[in-house]
């Protein structure tokens, strides 16, 4: 991934953030070719260790029986910038349109597992930390299914351990322009709602005009 230095995310707390707030990965393998590419929630439960589940009927765990090397590819909220947004552009309109957004890249190794207990214990995890996320005290429970529905539902996946092995994040947030500009930017992505993104932005303020 191209990072220019001034859009190099560092902060540990920005990464895992992003992770646990955009967790549908997209998650890439090679293979021959081609890559094998699916978007899968991940849960992170270890130090740079992730877990989810495929459907049975997803060939990723027939393809690579053994585990793979793998990219899973985190993305937080992006948004257009345009040139309007910078109030020095009346100065000498020297701006061009641009994107801001947050990514997190981690290279690994994916391994599968077909055992009941491992499957049962990643669905419980999920749904635990989701639930509890969306639906607070109403959280939905493993328990809430009939067994026999959910033995069916546990026999129709797979799970499977992600171990990231480098992590390289980027946050594009206009930290690149004057104060004014960015302050600019960071309202227009307020008023079009864009929640996640104006408060990244605020992190990642810059100190000083640059």
Same mark, same amino acid.
């Given at each position: 991934?191209?990072?220019?230095?001034?859009?190099?995310?560092?902060?540990?707390?920005?990464?895992?953030?992003?992770?646990?707030?955009?967790?549908?990965?997209?998650?890439?393998?090679?293979?021959? *070719?081609n890559? #094998?590419?699916?978007?899968?929630?991940?849960?992170?439960?270890?130090?740079?260790?992730?877990?989810?589940?495929?459907?049975?009927?997803?060939d990723?765990?027939?393809?690579?029986?053994?585990?793979m090397?793998?990219?899973?590819?985190?993305?937080?909220?992006?948004?257009y910038? !345009?040139?309007?947004?910078?109030? !020095?552009?009346?100065?000498?309109?020297?701006?061009?349109?641009?994107?801001?957004?947050?990514?997190?890249?981690?290279?690994?190794?994916?391994?599968?597992d077909?055992?009941?207990?491992?499957?049962?214990?990643?669905?419980?995890?999920?749904?635990? #930390?989701?639930?509890?996320?969306?639906?607070?005290?109403?959280?939905?429970?493993?328990?809430?299914?009939?067994? *026999?529905?959910?033995?069916?539902?546990?026999?129709?996946?797979?799970?499977?351990?992600?171990?990231?092995?480098?992590?390289?994040?980027?946050?594009?947030?206009s930290?690149?322009?004057?104060?004014?500009?960015?302050?600019?930017?960071?309202?227009?992505?307020?008023?079009?709602?864009?929640?996640?993104?104006?408060?990244?932005?605020?992190?990642?303020?810059?100190?000083? *005009? !640059?």
């Open positions: 991934m191209y990072i220019p230095p001034h859009f190099l995310e560092v902060d540990e707390a920005v990464i895992s953030g992003l992770v646990e707030h955009f967790p549908l990965a997209t998650l890439v393998c090679h293979l021959g *070719d890559f #094998v590419a699916n978007h899968i929630p991940m849960l992170r439960t270890l130090e740079n260790t992730y877990v989810g589940h495929i459907a049975k009927e997803n990723l765990h027939q393809l690579f029986p053994r585990g090397a793998a990219l899973a590819i985190f993305s937080a909220e992006n948004a910038v !345009s040139p309007n947004w910078y109030p !020095s552009k009346k100065d000498n309109h020297r701006h061009v349109p641009t994107w801001n957004y947050q990514v997190v890249h981690m290279h690994g190794r994916i391994t599968f077909h055992s009941r207990k491992t499957k049962l214990a990643v669905v419980g995890q999920l749904t635990k #930390v989701f639930e509890q996320q969306y639906s607070g005290d109403e959280a939905w429970q493993l328990s809430d299914a009939p067994r *026999d529905y959910m033995e069916a539902m546990l026999d129709n996946i797979v799970a499977f351990t992600f171990k990231a092995q480098t992590i390289v994040a980027k946050s594009k947030l930290q690149n322009r004057e104060s004014k500009d960015f302050e600019s930017v960071k309202a227009s992505m307020e008023e079009n709602g864009m929640v996640h993104l104006a408060n990244a932005m605020e992190v990642t303020k810059p100190k000083k *005009d !640059s």
